[in-house]
């Protein structure tokens, strides 16, 4: 540790100062490791609404060095931006605990442990309010049927005292978490949703214990044991379908990160095997992978042939064949044999870390509707308490106890659970659905801008058609061989990932199965155009260097072949060199995914930076009306920002490549995983797999998501609108405001439930 720095209160944390654990759970913005800016992402205990998140980014901004702070009460998830310079992991884990709320890194094998254990727990209290209140009900049933002269003033007296010893478990041990939360918001000067809970148990407790012990005293004689039993119970039962909910879809993000093996056997120097932590690998070494055990890294298979689950990464369902010499993915599951593979890409290198961080960055940033729903929260709660107050003292003069328990039936009824739960639980079950479906969601906010386009506009090449085209014709100038004009393009076009680069390598891979024989240096590429670069031969002079061009027949500066196909040129200092023809396909799903969308009542587009005639041909074969050829990038944002001006809403789908800043203009945009690296998309969505048919599915997700997100606010406010007045004029007893406050949360946690089984968009119409 670093001169300078307090050791920490707490020694549970000091392990999380070393500098090797910070990339378990986070990533390093810049700087050096010791010294830089770091991003760290973490699992909240005990959070389970809004006010407790806001309790969270509050203690943690206290932090000396920590820069900003996001926390997401529906995902239980927390990113900490922190200067390494200024503080330690330690010290804002441990400004979150003394808060109140524990904090797990991200991906700590505890965390799974940890949520069982909270669920066994919450079970247990479930289970012992549920005992206690079926035997004050028993206890309470008697006084409610006797008549006058039924039953002796002792006996009476005998029922309240059981019924108010059964309750005492109830109070102590089942309401233990509200009293808890609800000392930690009156600590920290704050209002949460379980002050009202909690409020509201120790004032029907007080009344009824009051009544109990002097029947004759102030607060009068009535008893509400069996009141008090059922809310608990009630409440209790809403929070642990909440738990369980929550659990299946915030925890998938936990069972994505968890692919990970803890340890892998690794190569030693001797020839020897060693069992090694995962984080402790590095490029180039060799690792043994055994069936049923993830790839711990990115690599190539060296020793055997097996087959490996990708779904999660690649969006392939089925297993995929690796052989010998196949290139392999972190995460991915060894299913069939055992096999060595060398290390080629480690920690944030991985296709699985992008992946991860993606969806990490997705579970933390909240919708507009549920930043809204988290503003009205709070002033909503304070109002909730004044009007619990009103009410008492409009009630006092006629009957003290009375007042004391409309009082606690208004604050029960009105607690906000279910206004801050309607957005995000709706959101995070969308996003769960569509991850399994091979879509990863960027931004939460995005699904409510998809849920409203009304155009869907796709790229070409590589979109629309197969990733990578194939090589048809080669022209070439006088005296120049079809082999060495491709060796010249492969040469150029191995220095880029666009699908046209992609094709001339691959083609002159299978011809030649050999590097081409140039030197490149000083290479450029201008998205949407092409590439340029100072190309020689080996051993060749300085002198012997040309700078060739290698793109788009404006970017060479010669004249298109006359022809309706996709082509690209090389040019050099001298003029045209060659000019290649490319043959693509549509995707095999392209003409049933265009009718899909068109059928949901959406206009559909094509803009490609290739020739118009190419362009529209395409078009007409996936069946889109309208295409436009000969698209620069800027000319897709043009077209673009006209379209929106027109009141259109507009979904763009692209590669990632030379769309970049069409994809960032679209109010929500999809890229295809494939065809970028994910750290490069700019996408609100990323397409894992190849099928073009997740995008009206995901459209259609994501029109049933906001449908799911209206009901749920709508549901809340109804609620509200409908029983605070009862309460207020006391005919709505504290037993019922508590079934009433664990209904409306779990009705609105089961509305998001089913986006979670990603059915509601088979029926989603317009």
Request: charged fraction near 20%; charge should be neutral; aromatic fraction near 8%.
């Amino acid at each position: 540790m670093q001169a300078g720095f307090a050791p920490p209160a707490d020694a549970r944390w000091q392990a999380l100062d070393d500098p090797a654990e910070w990339p378990a759970f986070g990533q390093l913005a810049q700087g050096e490791a010791a010294s830089g800016e770091w991003t760290s992402q973490v699992m909240v205990q005990g959070m389970h609404c809004a006010a407790c998140a806001f309790t969270v980014e509050a203690a943690l901004r206290k932090v000396s060095g920590v820069i900003d702070v996001q926390v997401n009460a529906a995902s239980q998830r927390a990113q900490v931006v922190w200067s390494a310079a200024a503080t330690r992991p330690s010290r804002w884990f441990e400004a979150s605990a003394a808060a109140g709320y524990p904090l797990l890194p991200s991906g700590s094998q505890f965390a799974s442990a940890q949520r069982s254990r909270d669920l066994r727990m919450a079970l247990w209290r479930w289970l012992v309010s549920g005992l206690c209140m079926m035997q004050v009900m028993m206890y309470a049933y008697p006084a409610y049927i006797a008549r006058p002269g039924d039953m002796t003033a002792d006996a009476a007296q005998l029922l309240r005292w059981a019924s108010w010893v059964l309750t005492l478990p109830v109070v102590l041990f089942s309401c233990g978490p509200f009293f808890r939360s609800a000392w930690r918001d009156l600590r920290m000067g704050r209002v949460g949703m379980d002050l009202p809970v909690a409020f509201g148990v120790l004032v029907t407790f007080a009344v009824s214990s009051a009544a109990t012990f002097d029947a004759s005293g102030a607060l009068g004689r009535e008893v509400y044991f069996d009141s008090l039993t059922m809310f608990v119970f009630f409440l209790l039962t809403g929070r642990w379908f909440e738990a369980r909910l929550r659990d299946r879809t915030a925890g998938a993000l936990e069972a994505l990160m968890n692919r990970l093996p803890d340890s892998i056997d690794r190569l030693a120097a001797d020839g020897s095997w060693a069992r090694v932590a995962v984080r402790r690998l590095a490029v180039g070494d060799v690792v043994c992978v055994r069936p049923g055990e993830a790839f711990p890294a990115d690599g190539t298979v060296i020793d055997g042939a097996t087959s490996a689950d990708e779904a999660l990464l690649t969006g392939e369902s089925r297993p995929v064949e690796h052989p010998c010499g196949d290139r392999v993915l972190a995460g991915s599951h060894n299913l069939s044999a055992v096999v060595q593979v060398r290390v080629e890409s480690v920690g944030e290198g991985t296709r699985f870390a992008q992946i991860v961080r993606l969806m990490e960055s997705a579970a933390l940033r909240k919708p507009r509707l549920a930043l809204l729903a988290d503003r009205v929260a709070r002033p909503f709660l304070a109002a909730v308490l004044a009007s619990a107050a009103l009410s008492a003292l409009f009630w006092w003069h006629t009957d003290p106890g009375k007042a004391l328990m409309v009082a606690v039936a208004v604050l029960i009824v009105t607690c906000p659970c279910a206004l801050s739960l309607a957005t995000p639980a709706a959101m995070l079950a969308s996003a769960g659905a569509l991850a399994r479906g091979g879509v990863l969601t960027s931004n939460l906010q995005a699904l409510e801008a998809l849920a409203t386009v009304d155009t869907v506009v796709f790229d070409k090449t590589g979109t629309l058609t197969g990733d990578i085209p194939r090589l048809e014709r080669v022209y070439c100038r006088p005296g120049l061989r079809p082999g060495d004009a491709l060796e010249m393009a492969a040469a150029l076009a191995a220095q880029s990932l666009h699908p046209v680069a992609l094709a001339l390598t691959n083609a002159w891979q299978a011809q030649f199965r050999a590097s081409p024989g140039w030197h490149v240096a000083q290479v450029s590429e201008t998205a949407g155009l092409g590439l340029e670069g100072l190309m020689r031969r080996p051993n060749a002079g300085v002198q012997a260097a040309r700078r060739v061009r290698l793109g788009a027949s404006t970017f060479c500066n010669v004249a298109p072949l006359a022809v309706d196909a996709a082509q690209v040129h090389v040019s050099d200092e001298d003029g045209w060199v060659a000019s290649f023809l490319l043959a693509e396909e549509l995707r095999p799903d392209a003409i049933a995914a265009v009718a899909a969308l068109r059928a949901q009542g959406l206009e559909v587009r094509l803009l490609s930076g290739d020739r118009d005639g190419a362009a529209k041909d395409v078009a007409a074969r996936a069946g889109i009306d309208f295409a436009q050829g000969d698209c620069t990038p800027e000319k897709k944002l043009d077209v673009l920002w006209r379209l929106q001006a027109e009141g259109r809403r507009i979904a763009m789908v692209g590669d990632g490549l030379n769309d970049g800043p069409s994809l960032a203009r679209a109010n929500a945009s999809f890229a295809f995983g494939r065809s970028v690296p994910l750290s490069r998309a700019r996408a609100d969505f990323v397409v894992l797999g190849d099928r073009l048919a997740t995008i009206p599915e995901a459209i259609a997700q994501a029109r049933g998501t906001l449908r799911v997100v209206r009901q749920n606010l709508g549901w809340a406010a109804c609620y509200n609108a409908l029983c605070v007045p009862l309460a207020v004029v006391g005919w709505l007893p504290a037993w019922l405001a508590g079934l009433g406050m664990a209904m409306s949360s779990l009705v609105v946690v089961l509305n998001a439930a089913r986006l979670a089984r990603g059915t509601i968009h088979r029926n989603a119409g317009h």
